[in-house]
């Protein structure tokens, strides 16, 4: 059985989570620090053959009107990218997921200012979990 990955796409980092097996649950796995996109891409190529994981969740950054932005946009070039790589891509709405993760580290007693990469992953997961929890409740 295939893994899905849940991304949280940032300018210099981006936070991973993977599904089990079942593709019931997320799980955080790593944030990954990048200057170029291809070294990103290459790092989620081989991330994926070590998980088995060929479908991808991408964050999909709207504003609280549903209006796009700029991120918006790199999120649209960077799911072109992937798919390049023969990856699957579904955008998933990811607003409010940091504050969320926020919330949940305060909940935790983590320092967020300490912990910044923590909050990128805990969102990934967030987005993933998200896109699972809709899509097995469709069924």
Same mark, same amino acid.
Do not use: C, W
């Given at each position: 059985?295939?893994? @899905? *990955?849940? @991304? ?6 981006v ?11 997320? *799980?955080?796995?790593?944030? @990954? ?15 994926? $053959? $070590?998980? =088995? !994981?060929? +479908? ?8 609280? =009107? #549903? ?10 070039? #960077? %799911? ?6 023969? #990856? ?5 709405? $990811? ?5 969320? !993760?926020? %919330?949940?580290? +305060?909940?935790?007693?983590? %320092? @967020?200012?300490?912990?910044? $990469?923590?909050?990128?992953?805990? !969102?990934?997961?967030? +987005?993933l979990?998200? #896109?699972?929890d ?6």
């Amino acid at each position: 059985m295939n893994r @899905i *990955f849940g @991304i949280d796409f940032g300018l210099s980092k981006v936070g991973i989570s993977v599904s089990d097996p079942n593709k019931l649950i997320s *799980f955080p796995l790593k944030v @990954i620090r990048y200057k170029k996109i291809d070294d990103l891409i290459n790092e989620i190529i081989v991330l994926s $053959e $070590e998980k =088995n !994981a060929n +479908i991808i969740v991408l964050g999909y950054p709207l504003s609280m =009107n #549903f209006k796009k932005n700029d991120m918006t946009k790199r999120i649209e070039d #960077f %799911k072109v990218l992937l798919e390049e790589y023969k #990856f699957k891509v579904f955008l998933q709405d $990811e607003r409010l997921s940091s504050e969320s !993760a926020k %919330k949940t580290m +305060i909940d935790e007693n983590i %320092k @967020i200012g300490h912990n910044k $990469e923590k909050v990128d992953l805990i !969102a990934s997961t967030i +987005i993933l979990q998200t #896109f699972l929890d809709k899509n097995n409740n469709a069924k």
